[in-house]
Structures are given as C-alpha cells and as structure tokens.
C-alpha cells in the first residue's frame, strides 16, 4: 500500500505555490516519512521557517508551525527549544535564507550546539524573487542579478556548518528521494545541531537561465554530480572532481546546549556557584 | 512583613519587575546604556530556573524572545539606540502574529552610534512608527526607579492581556540613576497571564475575533497545532492575499488596541486643576518638570504637569482637554522636538505650544523650564 501521507499534512492548503517541476514537494514527503520513522508526535513538534519558497513548507504540515522573517527561522526557534528542550524543533529553510540573510543565526546555532534540526533547500537562487544569485549559486551561473555569469565564489554550506561547530552534517538530493528518508530520521536522533542539506531543482528561475533544458535535466545532473559519500572517498580526486558527497558526512557527540544550560540552572539552584 | 527595601538602578528595577511579573526568559546583546538589564536577567533567571541567552545579535534577541513566547514563556529583551533599530523588523512581526512580549528601550542620544552613554529622548516616534506597515503598539514610559518597576509589571500585563509588543522606553538617566525602592511582595500588584482558549482543537482559530478583538491564544505543545505566520492571514492564521479580509483583519488588530486606550492610557496629573501652563514631560524631563512646578508654586506662579506613564496611545483626548484651559503647554525634550509635534497636533490650536529640546548629553534642568514658563505667562 502507498505511504498515507495525510494525517501529516493540512490537506486543505493545497495546492501548493511551487513551481511545475519544483523538487520541492519530493522532499516534503521524504521529511514527512522521516518524522513518521523517527516517532515525533505532531503536538511535541514545531516546524519554524524563514522567508523563502521552501520556509512555505511548513504551511502545509500539520504541526506547530511558525513562518517568521527572513533569515531569522533559528533565531525564533532558539527561543521556542530553550523553553521547551523536551520538544522537537525542526527549521525549514533556503539557501539564501540559512546562508546569507541568516548567515550569522545559522553558525551561532551551529557553534551553540543547541538541539534543532536544520533541513536546508539549497536550489542555488533565489527562486520566490525570481531568480538573484545566492550564496551558494555556482560561479559563472546565470542569474538576474548577475546576467552576464556570476562572479560569486560559493559557499559549500555543510563545510561551513561543520567549520560552526555542527556535530551532524549530511547531504542529500531530490533525485536520491528515498535516501532522504534515513538522513533526517538521523538528523533528528542526533542530540545537537544537525544540518542536512538537500539539494533541489528551480527549473523556473534557475534552470531555464542555465542550459538546462528541462526538469527532467536538472535531476539528472543530481545523479551526475552527487555520490554516495562511501563511494566518493575511494574514487581519486581527478574522478570526483566537480563533484560532491552525499550521506552523513560527519557526526560526534558533544555536550548539547539545552542540556548544558539547565545543568548549570540546577547547580544554581542547588545553591552552586 | 516588611517589603524589602533596595537602592536599584532603573536598570536592575526594571529586570526585578520583569522577574515580579513572571518572565521566564530573556534573550539580549550587549549594548550602552541597557546591559544592566541583561546582566540581572542573566544572573536572577536561572535561580528560578529561567533561562538567559546572550544572542548572536540584536535581531536574534528579537527573534528569540517571540518564540519563546510562543512556547508560553513571558519573555523580554532590552536594547538601546541601534539595538532598537535592528529590532524592528520583528516586533512588526509580534505585532501582526499577536505574540506578547516586551522589549526595552534604554534611549540614547543618536541617530546611529549618536552618544552612547549620554540620554536621548529622540527614539520616541520610532516606538510608534519604527516596523513598516500599520501596526498597533503600546509604548511605556516611567521616570522613577520605583515606578520602572511597577510599569514593567504593567509591560507585561499589557502584553499579555492584548496579545501585543509592549515597548518600556525610558533615558539613560533614570536607567543609570540609583534610587531607593520598596520591592512589592509577591501578589501586591496584579499579574495578568494570557487568555487561553476555552474550545476543544478542533474548535480553535488562532486569531478568532467572534468574541472580540483579542483571540485567546493557545501556546505551542499543548494539542493546539496552529500557523503562525507574518504574512496577513485570516482567523486560521494562513495567508490571504490582497482582499477585503487583510483591510478587516488590520482593522482588528488596531482597534484592539486603540477602542481599549481607556484601559492602557495612564498620565501623572501634577497640580493641573487651576493651572493657568501646563508642562508635558516624561522621563528625566518629567523629573524635572515636577521639580520646576513645586518651584513656580512657591513663588505663587500657577503651573502644572502632564507626565504620561504611556506614551503610545496617546493621550490625545488629556492633551486636548488641557489644551482647552490653559495658556499654555510646555513641552521639555532630550530630543530637537519629537513629542511636542504629537501636542501640536493633539492640542488643535487651542493653546500655545512652546518646546524646550536639549540633545548636548545633559538634563534639562528645572530652572530651564520654569524660565521658559515665565517666558510665556
């Protein structure tokens, strides 16, 4: 039997906005099992988001969802998991929204360790605007804020999360939709800061400006440039060169924030110093 | 039981008060002339097993607090000059989301860096107007530490019970002057918590106005999934697009506040019922302004005080009805003239309006004011 994903979503906000052709709604449903699979109780959960195509997700999830200001979604939810360290916090954004606007919550959140799950949409522009270069759209791409090819270095989003001092980092791809599943089901069971980083097709503002000539196209440059991160560490580099690992990249175990804070609140009110 | 008796600061006073009214938590950065606010919230929350956060920056703290009201804590930052700028883009969205918090403004002299540690009044019209967009907000203004106090219980109050960002605004003066202060025991002064909803889930709208203009709000986790969002949205919380509802639901969320100023409005009436010039004045200018009519009493001048305790609403109704029976309305401020045009326009010709306005880091003194009374009388 197909998965139901109803109980899960707000069936009357449907349709969605996005685009024909988005990848957006594959990882809406990757997200919606991987919760499933992980066990987390609608009520227990918030879903928080930025501004963005992808921070409209959380719109049509049925969970405590908060759709805040640009850039600003793991600020509001240090917030809401610092009252409540015993509820699930998950963010929902883009890579403009986590990467530049966001940028500075983004490593605090990272650095704090605090423990909030981090799904990033990264679609390389900025698509609700109609297609400016973000952060981590490619040099020499296309875009309506840098028509004659960008001149932008990117940032590689995971290493900058792990550089933060993430203690989970992994990635994955809309068209690797099952393998999603598992990366946030381990996103969520890790006691800290986890960042996963999906990558995702905007055949609208992105993929008509850059050669690709179809949906279609742009999903199939995923299966040529991501390799699970296993295979891709035993390839030479001439052979993985333009290209990226998928998986969990990295993940330890640190002392998480929430914890740590309440641990001193006890000591103070045991009477500690 | 003898209330405890503290020489405070405006600063810690209004962390204690805070504290006294069941704020839980509190998220900052550190910035001159507010950070004491901060560093009692940090020290005092986790005694009572609150929780502190230096944030990242100013934004954050903003950010911070709103969803942890959310979550159902009282919660409150402090800020002062460009604080209080990068702030605003989120109490626009407390505003439109109807989240209670309380922020702090601790004013300095600016625009920009402007004069860290000297007062300034001239933030005044950026708590009324500092978010795009129409937005109801309610701004308090306390001039004694023992008044910061129990106006910040008041802050909270108001914030809870109309579901809205209440901003405290007072100078570096009497945030940094110490003052002796009788800390009310618990249950002295009324506390207000939230209106809850009394509907099972399946029944509750997050902004449902069909039994008034403020919703009952459930907090997060506690079986009420709902929306939250800073786009215009409808009694569900989801957005709607440019039609009659967003020109109703802004309507609502203005009338919340502006058909209930009865309740919000608060002035300190100093000698004004045979006042013959009235002075408007809040904080340090307050201060001073009460100083110089029990100087101009002594010498038989017949003079008196408006000091209001909210600023946002206006009282426009006191003004104009003062306006109407005196000469006169003086109006001191740490500013080049900010206030005074809300008098202006408030008193509606009826009266003279005279400014004093001071932005050199220094107080405006009580003989500054009584000179420009006998200027006018």
């Not at chain 2, 399946?202 to 919703?215: A, L, N, T, V």
């Not at chain 2, 709902?226 to 709607?240: K, S």
């Given at each position: 039997m197909a998965y139901d994903y109803s109980r899960y979503l707000r069936n009357d906000k449907f349709p969605h906005i996005w685009c024909p052709g988005c990848t957006y709604g594959i990882v809406l449903k990757a997200i919606i099992r991987?919760?499933?699979?992980?066990?987390?109780?609608?009520?227990?959960?918030?879903?928080?988001?930025?501004?963005?195509?992808?921070?409209?997700?959380?719109?049509?999830?049925?969970?405590?969802?908060?759709?805040?200001?640009?850039?600003?979604?793991?600020?509001?939810a240090t917030g809401i998991k610092m009252v409540k360290p015993d509820k699930n916090v998950l963010v929902i954004t883009g890579d403009g929204d986590a990467t530049a606007i966001g940028g500075n919550h983004f490593i605090h959140a990272c650095r704090r360790n605090i423990d909030i799950t981090v799904v990033v949409f990264n679609n390389y522009i900025y698509g609700m605007t109609g297609g400016q270069y973000s952060p981590t759209t490619p040099t020499g791409a296309v875009a309506t804020t840098m028509p004659y090819g960008n001149v932008d270095p990117q940032f590689n989003i995971l290493e900058l999360a792990k550089g933060a001092g993430a203690t989970f980092i992994a990635r994955g791809t809309a068209y690797h939709a099952a393998g999603i599943d598992n990366l946030v089901v381990e996103a969520i069971k890790h006691k800290g800061l986890s960042v996963v980083e999906i990558i995702n097709a905007c055949p609208t503002t992105y993929g008509r400006r850059n050669k690709f000539k179809s949906p279609t196209d742009m999903l199939l440059w995923m299966k040529d440039h991501f390799l699970p991160v296993t295979a891709f560490e035993k390839l030479p580099p001439e052979k993985t060169a333009g290209k990226l690992p998928m998986g969990i990249l990295y993940r330890e175990e640190k002392p998480e924030y929430t914890e740590m804070y309440y641990s001193m609140v006890k000591r103070v009110q045991e009477g500690g110093k | 039981m003898a209330r405890q008796v503290k020489l405070f600061q405006g600063n810690e006073a209004c962390a204690y008060g805070a504290l006294y009214a069941g704020c839980s938590f509190f998220a900052g950065y550190p910035i001159t002339p507010s950070t004491e606010v901060a560093e009692v919230m940090a020290k005092e929350l986790p005694k009572r097993g609150g929780a502190f956060m230096q944030m990242e920056d100013e934004i954050a703290s903003m950010a911070a607090i709103i969803g942890a009201?959310?979550?159902?804590?009282?919660?409150?930052?402090?800020?002062?000059?460009?604080?209080?700028?990068?702030?605003?883009?989120?109490?626009?969205?407390?505003?439109?989301?109807?989240?209670?918090?309380?922020?702090?403004?601790?004013?300095?002299?600016?625009?920009?860096?402007?004069?860290?540690?000297?007062?300034?009044?001239?933030?005044?019209?950026?708590?009324?107007?500092?978010?795009?967009?129409?937005?109801?907000?309610?701004?308090?203004?306390?001039?004694?530490?023992?008044?910061?106090?129990?106006e910040t219980v008041r802050a909270f109050n108001l914030a809870e019970k109309y579901r809205n960002p209440v901003i405290i605004a007072f100078d570096e003066i009497v945030g940094h002057m110490r003052e002796r202060i009788e800390i009310p025991e618990p249950g002295e002064l009324e506390v207000i918590d939230r209106k809850k909803p009394d509907v099972p889930p399946?029944?509750?709208?997050?902004?449902?106005?069909?039994?008034?203009?403020?919703?009952p709000m459930a907090n997060f986790f506690e079986g009420?999934?709902?929306?939250?969002?800073?786009?215009?949205?409808?009694?569900?919380?989801?957005?709607?697009?440019?039609?009659?509802?967003?020109?109703?639901?802004?309507?609502?969320?203005?009338r919340k506040i502006y058909a209930n100023r009865d309740d919000i409005v608060k002035n300190d009436e100093y000698m004004l019922d045979d006042a013959e010039v009235a002075v408007f004045a809040y904080g340090a200018c307050g201060r001073s302004a009460r100083e110089a009519v029990d100087m101009a009493r002594k010498e038989g001048i017949k003079i008196g005080l408006l000091r209001p305790l909210t600023m946002w609403p206006f009282p426009d109704r006191e003004v104009e009805a003062l306006a109407e029976r005196v000469k006169a309305i003086i109006v001191p401020e740490l500013s080049l003239g900010q206030i005074i045009l809300e008098v202006e326009r408030c008193s509606k010709g009826k009266c003279r309006i005279d400014g004093i306005f001071r932005v050199d880091g220094e107080p405006i003194s009580p003989f500054q004011i009584l000179d420009k009374v006998k200027e006018v009388l």
């Open positions: 991987a919760i499933d699979k992980a066990g987390l109780k609608q009520d227990d959960t918030a879903i928080v988001s930025g501004i963005g195509c992808a921070s409209r997700l959380p719109g049509y999830v049925d969970f405590n969802t908060l759709h805040t200001t640009h850039g600003r979604a793991i600020a509001f | 009201s959310l979550a159902g804590a009282k919660s409150m930052t402090a800020t002062s000059g460009p604080g209080f700028s990068l702030k605003q883009e989120n109490i626009g969205f407390a505003a439109i989301a109807e989240v209670p918090c309380v922020v702090v403004n601790v004013m300095r002299g600016g625009p920009s860096t402007g004069v860290p540690t000297g007062p300034g009044q001239s933030d005044i019209m950026q708590c009324r107007w500092g978010t795009h967009g129409d937005h109801p907000i309610i701004t308090i203004t306390p001039a004694y530490v023992q008044e910061i106090f129990s399946e029944e509750y709208f997050p902004y449902d106005s069909s039994k008034g203009d403020i919703p009420y999934r709902y929306h939250v969002t800073g786009l215009n949205h409808d009694r569900t919380g989801f957005p709607i697009n440019a039609c009659e509802l967003v020109h109703i639901e802004e309507e609502r969320l203005l």
